[in-house]
C-alpha cells in the first residue's frame, strides 16, 4: 500500500489550504482513512477520518474548520482547511485502516496500519 501527500505549504492565519492523499495498492474489502498530523514540540495526533460507509470523525481541536472527504472512484482522500490558525503548523499525514468501521471521533494512532511521508503545513500569525 502506498499514499502520497500533498497540497500543504506556508499560509497566514485564516487562510485555507486542501491536502490530497493518492493511494494505491489493497488495504481491505472495506477500510478506513485518516489524517494525522506531528506538530513542532506535540505528539503525533489524530485529526480526522472517514470509514467506509462516509461517516467521519474529527479531533476537538478541528472541528467545524476541517472537512474530510474521499472520492473512491480517484482513490484520493482530502482535508478541506479552513480558518487555520498557527497550532495548526504541522507535518500532515495520511494513514490507512483495515478496519472499515471506524467510529466517529478522532482517529486512533494504533488503529492505522499503513502510512504516507506527510506534507508540511505551516501556519504564520
Known amino acids: 500500500v502506498q499514499l502520497v501527500e500533498s497540497g500543504g505549504g506556508s499560509v497566514q492565519a485564516g487562510g485555507s489550504l486542501r491536502l490530497s492523499c493518492v493511494f494505491s495498492g489493497y488495504v481491505g474489502n472495506g477500510y478506513s482513512m485518516g489524517w494525522f498530523r506531528h506538530g513542532p514540540g506535540k505528539d503525533l495526533e489524530g485529526v480526522a477520518q472517514?470509514?467506509?460507509?462516509?461517516?467521519?470523525g474529527y479531533a476537538d481541536a478541528v472541528k467545524g474548520r476541517f472537512i474530510i472527504s474521499e472520492d473512491k472512484a480517484k482513490n484520493t482522500l482530502y482535508l478541506q482547511m479552513n480558518s487555520l490558525e498557527p497550532e495548526d503548523t504541522a507535518m500532515y499525514y495520511c494513514?490507512?485502516?483495515?478496519?472499515?468501521?471506524?467510529?466517529?471521533?478522532?482517529?486512533?494512532?494504533?488503529?492505522?496500519?499503513?502510512w504516507g511521508k506527510g506534507t508540511q503545513v505551516t501556519v504564520s500569525s
Open positions: 494513514a490507512a485502516s483495515r478496519y472499515d468501521r471506524l467510529g466517529t471521533g478522532p482517529p486512533g494512532i494504533a488503529y492505522y496500519a499503513y
Open positions: 472517514i470509514n467506509d460507509i462516509g461517516e467521519s
